[in-house]
């Protein structure tokens, strides 16, 4: 079964930087795509930014130049680094990881908060 867990979340002014860490366990296909979606009140869930396991990466534009994802497939870990936080970006953060082997498994983490404010 695999698992995802989230840390890193806070409390944080407007401008400043937070990085958010993904930790995944379980039995993962080699080839697979991890990323980070979040989800702010009274809103759906978004994409925030994904990378696949060949280290493509895809941004949603509000966050473009100003958030960086990585990972280390032989860790299983997934990073977000998230600079010039606005209040805007206040959110939960999840970790998703997707990947296909004849059906297709989708896993979430548990989510992190994130509140950007003064």
């Known amino acids: 079964q695999v698992q995802l867990v989230e840390s890193g979340g806070g409390l944080v002014q407007p401008g400043g930087s937070l990085r958010l860490s993904c930790a995944a366990s379980?039995?993962?296909?080699?080839?697979?795509?991890m990323g980070w979606y979040r989800q702010a009140p009274g809103k759906q869930r978004e994409l925030v930014a994904t990378i696949t396991s060949g280290g493509s990466a895809n941004f949603a534009d509000p966050v473009k130049g100003r958030f960086t994802i990585s990972r280390d497939n032989a860790k299983k870990t997934l990073s977000l680094q998230m600079n010039s936080l606005k209040a805007e970006d206040t959110a939960v953060y999840y970790c998703?990881?997707?990947?296909?082997?004849?059906?297709?498994?989708?896993?979430w983490g548990q989510g992190t908060q994130v509140t950007v404010s003064a």
């Open positions: 998703n990881l997707r990947y296909s082997l004849a059906i297709s498994y989708n896993y």
């Open positions: 379980g039995s993962i296909p080699s080839i697979n795509t």
